[in-house]
């Protein structure tokens, strides 16, 4: 099975980077739900799951109270 893979602009990647309290990966974990290694791909603008992005888009909404 082949998963569909997507990058964030980089602008969207520093919006959710200054919502978040520590960039560690308990502090990814428990504001995003997501791994240090998914942080790091979209820091380096590399692709990830498109369901990874849409959850994270959707955490990322709630975090910034949107």
């Known amino acids: ?6 990058a964030i602009p980089p602008e969207e990647f520093e919006a959710m980077k200054a919502r978040l309290p520590k ?3 308990e502090g990814l974990f428990d ?5 240090q290694n ?3 791909k979209l820091r380096d603008g590399l692709p990830v799951k498109r369901k990874t992005i849409e ?7 709630q975090v910034a109270g949107e």
């Open 1 to 6: 099975m082949r998963f569909e893979m997507v």
């Open 55 to 61: 959850q994270l888009r959707a955490r990322y909404a």
């Open 38 to 40: 998914t942080w790091y």
């Open 23 to 25: 960039a560690t990966s």
């Open 31 to 35: 504001t995003y739900r997501i791994s």
